[in-house]
């Protein structure tokens, strides 16, 4: 597509549900990110895949969140028995190549209730 | 990845030149430096990156220094559309992660009339 499409926009769950959050990068971009980004604050690296690899998933914070990309393509990230402290906006970027300049997305705002 | 230093806030007036400065006094020889912006609530916005030459593209142009320890992120004629917060990074050029982005706390830059 032409820009980075998340999906859904906003989300509001009850604490203890699992959600999955999706991210369709640039058609062609090797190299997806996800970052988690809370009020006020700079975006938080969460991991990123180049191709269907994940290179680093060190930005994770425990593992109730993980992170796919079978096909090299559509990405989902999945949080596990959400809590209120993983309220935030959620989101991804792609670049062509490692090293290239990020496209973003506009975002999931993930509400824990 | 090296850390940087932003002033926490600019002010700049319409029509002017924005100069937004970065320090990265640790930077090794293969990492590259990095401008993105975030305007308001949208997702941050590529703007300019670098090794060791000045660059330029139509949005601003990235001055580095000789020894590499601070950059200068100029938008020549800043508008009140160019009102955000700037972040400057430094980056790896290579290894597992190659293209991986660490967000701190940027630069408001605010645009008067």
Known sequence: ???????????????????????????????????????????????????????????????????????????TLTIQRTEQRDSAMYRCASSLEPGYGYTFGSGTRLTVV | DAKTTQPPSMDCAEGRAANLPCNHSTISGNEYVYWYRQIHSQGPQY????????ETN???????????????????????????VYYCIVAMTGGTSYGKLTFGQGTILTVHP
């Not at chain 2, 139509?58 to 955000?84: F, G, N, Q, V």
């Open chain 2, 47 to 54: 703007i300019i990156h670098g090794l060791k030459n000045n």
């Open chain 1, 1 to 75: 597509g032409a820009g980075v499409s998340q999906s859904p926009r906003y989300k509001v769950t009850k604490r203890g549900q699992d959600v999955a959050l999706r991210c369709d990068p640039i058609s062609g971009h090797v190299s997806l990110y996800w970052y988690r980004q809370a009020l006020g604050q700079g975006p938080e690296f969460l991991t990123y895949f180049n191709y269907e690899a994940q290179q680093d998933k060190s930005g994770l914070p425990n593992d109730r969140f993980s992170a796919e990309r079978p096909e090299g393509s559509i990405s």
């Open chain 2, 58 to 84: 139509e949005m601003a142009s990235l001055i580095i220094t000789e020894d590499r320890k601070s950059s200068t992120l100029i938008l020549p004629h800043a508008t009140l559309r160019d009102t955000a």
